[in-house]
């Protein structure tokens, strides 16, 4: 079973900026698609970024576009999320999620069979 740990969250005043981390528990890191998801209170579940395997292909949701740089480093079996000039739109819990190969449809929730607990940002103004 894969398990999938984030790290990073915190308390940020809004223009600050974050940097989230991803691991995942297999050796296979590498084959691995992995992505980037938040909830905000009383929100469904959204995209926020998504990266391939390989790290040569990534997608950005339009709100984030600018703002946030996804990036991983397989030698350390390590996904980032690089968040900058925060805004309280921002604060949600964020969430790491990952895929067996694979990218199509890489922003959408069903696509994805391991998930972690995740971690909580909050962008205060």
């Known amino acids: 079973r894969v398990q999938v740990v984030e790290s990073g969250g915190d308390l940020v005043q809004a223009g600050g900026s974050l940097r989230l981390s991803c691991t995942i528990s297999t050796a296979a890191f590498d084959d691995y698609s992995l992505a980037w998801f938040r909830q905000g209170p009383g929100e469904e579940r959204e995209g926020v970024s998504c990266i391939s395997w390989e790290g040569d292909r990534t997608y950005y949701a339009d709100s984030v576009k600018g703002r946030f740089t996804i990036s991983r480093d397989n030698t350390k079996r390590t996904m980032y999320l690089q968040m900058n000039n925060l805004k309280p739109a921002d604060t949600a819990m964020y969430y790491c999620?990952?895929?067996?190969?694979?990218?199509?449809?890489?922003?959408?929730?069903?696509?994805?069979?391991?998930w972690g607990q995740g971690t909580q940002v909050t962008v205060s103004s």
């Open positions: 999620a990952a895929r067996h190969f694979a990218l199509n449809d890489c922003l959408e929730l069903d696509r994805y069979a391991y």
